[in-house]
């Protein structure tokens, strides 16, 4: 499901949740979101920029993944993974 954001036609006259950009979760389908569900002022989506990883963004290091609480496996032949950061087995094998 994406995320929308939503503002105010007017957010000098809007409330507090709707005077700056809110960020709602919907299915693609539904249909856009007419008015402020706290003050019922009319309130309009707006076009915001996607977050996509490519090639700017940066894979966690291997402390941060340990640090976050998941394990990190690396792949050192086919079928079988060496863990390199965090809790579990050593390695896991498809055999």
């Known amino acids: 499901m994406p995320f929308y954001e939503y503002v105010s ?10 005077s700056q ?6 299915k ?4 856009p979101m007419e008015q402020c569900p706290y003050c019922g002022h009319a309130v309009r ?3 915001s920029s996607p977050n996509l990883a490519g090639k700017h963004s940066k894979a966690p290091s291997t402390s941060d ?14 079928g079988v993974y060496e863990k390199s950061a965090g809790k579990g087995p ?3 094998s498809s055999d």
Do not use: M, W
């Open 9 to 18: 036609t007017e957010p000098s006259r809007g409330c507090d949740y709707c």
């Open 90 to 92: 050593d390695i896991i």
């Open 45 to 47: 989506r707006v076009i």
């Open 65 to 78: 993944v340990e640090k976050a609480g998941f394990t990190q496996y690396r792949k050192i032949g086919k």
């Open 28 to 31: 693609i389908d539904d249909p």
């Open 21 to 26: 950009p809110v960020t709602i979760l919907q």
